[in-house]
């Protein structure tokens, strides 16, 4: 057994000495949410799940957050999961594959194989509590990691929403204006009018390329004074994301 979970280990590239940290920080201090773990070819990892206020919804999120972070993080990550309940979705927050603290952007594009498995478990986890339709709402790498995932298969999702998401990294298959022209879901790409310089220049490109292939299904929303972790603006990205799913998916807005 121990050789069978070693070699499982050994296959990983995330850091799972730093996947633990986080959950075990955030396990012991989780207040809104139930703490959960989900597998992905043999690894576990952290899941937070957040049930929808409205009892009747079957309307989830995966929420997915950006580069060495983790499911519960202050930015982005956490006001989504949190908020996005009360607008009548349920969210998961799920803590996607991560390098040590001095590794370089690029060195991620080693860990984009092991995205898929991780979103398939959290799909499949919404599906087995009876949930019908399936967002995923990623920040940053997590938002290039998780156009990957959209791009290169037919997945159970209904849309996807990419906050501050920039090019790529150094793999000529994560190209973001490429991959979303391959995706077939209807896409948010928001972002900051202050938000980083590769972000802005990507957003751009990818706007003049998803128009012309996707045409009506593709979104670009440049939120101002918003940074790339919209610091301040937390009521404003909850309320653009919310609007779109709301009136792209024809979904039930807030319960009264």
Known sequence: MLLVLLASYAAVASDVEK????????????IDGEALWLQADGHPFLGIFTQAEDPESKAAAIIVHGIGAHPNWPQVVYPLRTALPQHGWSTLSLQMPILPNDAAPGAYAA??????????????????????????????????????????????????????MAGGIQDSRILTAQM?????VPILD???????????????????????????????LRVRGANHFFDGKDDDL????????????RLPGPTS
């Open 19 to 30: 996947e633990k940290r986080w959950a075990d920080q955030i396990v012991d201090s989780l």
């Open 111 to 164: 860990l984009i194989d092991e995205v898929p498995p991780r979103l398939d478990a959290g799909i499949n986890f919404l599906k087995e509590r009876g949930v019908e339709t399936i967002v995923i709402i990623a920040h940053s790498l997590g938002a290039t990691m998780s156009a990957y995932y959209l791009s290169t298969g037919d997945r159970d999702v209904q849309g996807f929403v990419a906050v501050g």
């Open 238 to 249: 909850v309320d653009a994301v919310s609007a779109w799913l709301t009136t792209v998916l």
């Open 190 to 220: 928001i972002y900051g009018s202050d938000d980083a310089a590769g972000v802005l220049a990507a957003a751009s490109q990818r706007k003049a390329l998803a128009d012309k292939a996707i045409g009506g299904a593709y979104t670009s």
């Open 180 to 184: 979303a022209q391959k995706i077939t």
